[in-house]
């Protein structure tokens, strides 16, 4: 049993990790067979540190040219950030090509809104939300103050410019008037693209 590890906004093509390996057939694990290998940690948790857990670790070439990996510590609610360079010190991986697009799973997100919570403070409220409007996906923006709504704004794609001043405005003067809003952002499937450093083990 291996370890393969692949950046997170990829999954493994098991036509071709069957090459890497040079295996006739292969399957991903299920999480329950995996319990005897880390009985200290949480299910679909496992650090990809193979060594520790007698494994072979095989990376993902579009991983390993990155700077820094993120990584799951056993549980979670813990991550490890190192430079891939450290990773590859302890876990002696095998790079290979054998991840793909998710294409179905970016499809399910893109349907699935999300949403983004945050307290309200001071003047930097109104840029903060100028900023995530700007970043995309944004679909509404709902001013809550003790738990109930005060004000809700359905945003449309292209809700930028001069359309959206008069929201920011009207939002900005609910946040002074009233204090210790909270601020709930409706976001359409996944978030916006980050550099790639996180990453999952299968």
Same mark, same amino acid.
């Given at each position: ?20 390996v040079g295996a006739t057939s292969i399957r ?7 319990? *005897? ?6 299910? @679909? ?45 302890i876990a002696h991986p095998i790079v290979g ?5 998710? /294409?179905?799973? =970016? ?7 999300? *949403? ?13 939300? /100028? ?8 679909? =509404? ?16 794609? @292209? ?12 939002? @900005? ?15 359409? @499937? ?6 790639k450093e996180t990453v999952h083990a299968v």
């Open positions: 049993m291996n370890a393969h590890v692949v950046s997170a906004d990829l999954e493994v093509d098991l036509d071709r990790l069957a090459v890497v991903l694990a299920d999480e329950d067979e995996l319990r *005897w290998l880390y009985p200290d940690g949480e299910r @679909g948790a496992m650090p990809p540190l193979g060594p520790l857990y007698k494994q072979m670790v095989y990376v993902d070439e579009a991983l390993a040219a990155e700077e820094r990996i993120v990584f799951n510590a056993g549980t979670h609610g813990d991550a490890v950030s190192t430079r891939y360079h450290d990773f590859a010190a090509r054998f991840a793909r697009r998710a /294409r179905e799973r =970016r499809r399910v997100m893109a349907d699935t809104p999300r *949403w983004e919570s945050f307290k309200a403070e001071g003047d930097q409220i109104v840029e903060k939300l /100028r900023q995530l409007i700007h970043e995309g996906n944004v679909r =509404r923006v709902v001013v809550e103050h003790d738990g109930r709504t005060v004000a809700e704004f359905p945003l449309t794609t @292209g809700f930028v410019g001069v359309l959206l001043a008069p929201v920011l405005a009207a939002i @900005g003067v609910l946040v002074a008037m009233m204090k210790d809003c909270t601020i709930q952002v409706e976001r359409a @499937g996944a978030a916006p693209a980050r550099p």
